[in-house]
C-alpha cells in the first residue's frame, strides 16, 4: 500500500508539473500572439546621388498570417530593400525611415468618421477586402494593420521632402491610389499621395502637381481627392476591364486592353508626357509605379515584360529629371512572381542613372 501512495503521489507530481509546462507555453504563446511588431526607430536617412529612399521593416502587415489570403506580397517591400542593399546601391543606414502619421493629420485629408471607423474589425477587412480576425482588439488593429499603413504614409511624406530637396524620392511602400476621401477598397486604407500634398501645402509648397499612374488599376482615388483641385493634375493608364468599376472620371484617362506589350504601352506613355509635362507644368511629378502590369501578374491581363516596367520607370524618370522637374516615386500594386525583382531593378535603374 505505501508503495501504490507513493506511485499515486509521483503520478500526481508529474501530472501537475506537465500542467504547469503546458500553461507555461500557452502563456508564451499567447504573450507571442498578441506581442506587437516591432518599430523601427525614426531616420532621416540619407540621399544617394540626389534621391533619398524611404523604407521601414515597419511596413509590414500582421494578421496572425491571414494577409497572405490577400494576393499583394507583404515581403515585397523587404525584398526590394534587400536587393538594392546587396546589390552596394544603397547601406542600411542610407534608408529614410518614417514614423507613423499621427491620425489628426489622416483626419484632416480623409473623412474622420472613416478614419474612426476602421477601428472596427469588419469595417477595416472591407477596406482591406482581405478577412480581419473579429477577436482582434482595437489596439490590436492598430498595431498590427493601422499603424504599418501608416508608417507607409509617413514614408511617402518622406520621399516627398526628399523630392523636392534633392531631386527624387522614392518610397519602397506606399501608392494606396484606390482610397477615397471617406473609404478605402483595393487593399488602399489611407491615401499616401494626398496626405503627401497636404503636408508639401502645409510647409509652403504651392507649385502645380502631375499625378502619372502607370498601374494596371486605375488611380480612383487620387481622381476622387483632387477632381476639384485646379492645381493637381490626375492621370491613370489602367487595364480598362479592371477593378474598380464603375471607374472615376479623372483629369486624363487611358484606358488600354488586356495583352498591351512593352512597346505599345511605353509608346502611349511617351507620348502622353511629352503632352502633360507641357500642359500642367509641373513643380512635382508623382508616380504611382504598380508592378501589377507584368505578364505573371495573376489580377492583369497585361503581356509587359520586366524589362518593359524597368523602360516605364526610366521614361518617367527621365521625363522628369531632363526638364528639372523633382519626382516622387511610389511602388503601387503588384502580385505576381517577378514583382520585387521587377520593381528592385527599376529602383537600382534609377539611382545608377543619377551616378552617371
Known amino acids: 500500500m505505501t508503495e501504490w501512495n507513493a ?3 509521483t503520478r500526481r507530481r508529474r501530472g501537475l ?15 507571442a500572439f498578441t506581442k506587437a511588431p516591432h518599430r523601427p526607430h525614426e531616420s532621416a536617412g540619407r540621399p544617394v546621388h540626389g534621391a533619398l529612399v524611404a523604407y521601414s521593416p515597419g511596413y509590414r502587415v500582421s494578421l496572425f498570417g491571414l494577409e497572405r489570403l490577400h494576393p499583394f ?7 526590394i530593400a534587400d536587393q538594392l542593399v546587396d546589390a552596394g546601391l544603397l547601406t542600411k543606414d542610407d534608408f529614410a525611415v518614417a514614423d507613423e502619421v499621427p491620425v489628426e493629420l489622416l483626419e484632416q485629408v480623409h473623412d474622420p468618421a472613416y478614419i474612426r471607423g476602421l477601428r472596427d474589425a469588419e469595417t477595416l477587412g472591407r477596406a482591406l477586402e482581405a478577412p480581419v480576425p473579429g477577436f482582434m482588439t482595437p489596439r490590436m488593429l492598430d498595431e498590427r494593420v493601422l499603424g504599418p499603413f501608416r508608417r507607409q504614409v509617413g514614408g511617402t511624406v518622406l520621399a516627398a521632402r526628399g523630392a523636392l530637396e534633392h531631386g527624387v524620392g522614392i518610397n519602397l511602400g506606399g501608392g494606396f491610389h484606390h482610397a477615397r476621401p471617406d473609404m478605402g477598397h483595393g487593399f488602399c486604407i489611407f491615401n499616401d499621395v494626398a496626405v503627401a500634398i497636404a503636408v508639401l501645402r502645409s510647409e509652403g509648397f504651392d507649385g502645380s502637381v502631375l499625378i502619372v499612374d502607370t498601374d494596371a488599376h486605375q488611380g480612383d482615388g487620387d481622381h476622387a481627392f483632387f477632381a476639384d483641385d485646379p492645381t493637381v493634375f490626375s492621370f491613370s493608364m489602367h487595364q480598362e476591364s479592371l477593378f474598380p468599376s464603375p471607374k472615376l472620371r479623372g483629369d486624363r484617362d487611358d484606358g488600354l486592353w488586356g495583352g498591351v506589350t512593352d512597346a505599345e504601352f511605353n509608346g502611349r506613355l511617351a507620348e502622353h508626357l511629352d503632352e502633360l509635362l507641357a500642359e500642367v507644368q509641373p513643380a512635382l511629378v508623382i508616380h504611382v509605379a504598380g508592378s501589377d502590369v507584368l505578364n505573371d501578374d495573376p489580377l492583369t491581363g497585361y503581356a509587359m515584360t520586366p524589362e518593359g516596367l524597368v523602360e516605364r520607370d ?25 514583382s520585387a525583382d521587377a520593381q528592385a531593378a527599376s529602383v537600382a535603374a534609377m539611382l545608377e542613372a543619377l551616378a552617371d
Do not use: E, Q, T
Request: aromatic content about 6%.
Open 17 to 31: 508539473a506537465l500542467a504547469a509546462a503546458l500553461l507555461l507555453l500557452c502563456i508564451l504563446g499567447a504573450a
Open 7 to 9: 506511485y499515486k503521489r
Open 314 to 338: 526610366l521614361k518617367v524618370f527621365r521625363a522628369a529629371h531632363d526638364n528639372g522637374v523633382p519626382l516622387l516615386h511610389v511602388l503601387a500594386g503588384g502580385y505576381g512572381p517577378s
Open 73 to 79: 506580397d507583404i515581403g515585397k517591400m523587404d525584398r
